[in-house]
T-cell receptor, first 111, second 112 residues
């Protein structure tokens, strides 16, 4: 069963706008990670947030974590056409080193 | 050269055939994973390994087997392929300190 569920499934915005993607999960976690996948390629790690952290930044990325609501959000500010990709959250619930992925959000940034 | 290399990148086969997907890594990581990706379903974990002697089933291991031949090599086998195993398969390694996964470029398998 999937641990993370992402919302929305697809998002289309104009260049320069901000993009927000959400991830909800079911069980307690050690950390939550976000990955990016360009069409048909391997996933690339973006950012990791630990269960005792509430917010983390990396360049134009901002991740928040609310463990009481079992949810996380990924904000991409000032989006660019090159940000067009699928974005996945993955949760580590400390069950033997497994990382379980959500279904992903497909982001399209139009120039 | 890529840190995580998968072969073959593309394979078309017929129902009932045995298929092996291979993965090798130069990251020096002990932990290796096989995931399957289907449209709309995200990535699902098939098998994972913490070292040569430690193999674990994931969410969807039925119909698959794995072999960890060395720290750097982790192969996935389909003993008798069926059409619903048509998917994009990813191998990944994990950094035990940072928790980050490093993915290969994927092996696209089509079973006719």
């Amino acid at each position: 069963s999937q641990q993370g569920e992402e919302d929305p499934q697809a998002l289309s915005i104009q260049e320069g706008e901000n993009a927000t993607m959400n991830c909800s999960y079911k069980t307690s976690i050690n950390n939550l990670q976000w990955y990016r996948q360009n069409s048909g390629r391997g996933l690339v790690h973006l950012i990791l947030i630990r269960s005792n952290e509430r917010e983390k930044h990396s360049g134009r990325l901002r991740v928040t974590l609310d463990t009481s609501k079992k949810s996380s959000s990924l904000l991409i500010t000032a989006s660019r056409a090159a940000d067009t990709a699928s974005y996945f959250c993955a949760t580590d619930n400390n069950q033997g080193g497994k990382l379980i992925f959500g279904q992903g959000t497909e982001l399209s940034v139009k120039p | 050269d890529a840190d995580v290399t998968q072969t073959p990148r593309n394979r078309i086969t017929k129902t009932g055939k045995r298929i092996m997907l291979e993965c090798s890594q130069t990251k020096g990581h002990d932990r290796m994973y096989w995931y399957r990706q289907d449209p709309g379903l995200g990535l699902r974990l098939i098998y994972y390994s913490f070292d040569v002697k430690d193999i674990n089933k994931g969410e969807i291991s039925d119909g698959y087997s794995v072999s960890r031949q060395a720290q750097a090599k982790f192969s996935l086998s389909l003993e008798s392929a069926i059409p619903n195993q048509t998917a994009l398969y990813f191998c990944a390694t994990r950094d035990s300190y940072t928790g980050e996964l490093f993915f290969g470029e994927g092996s696209r398998l089509t079973v006719l």
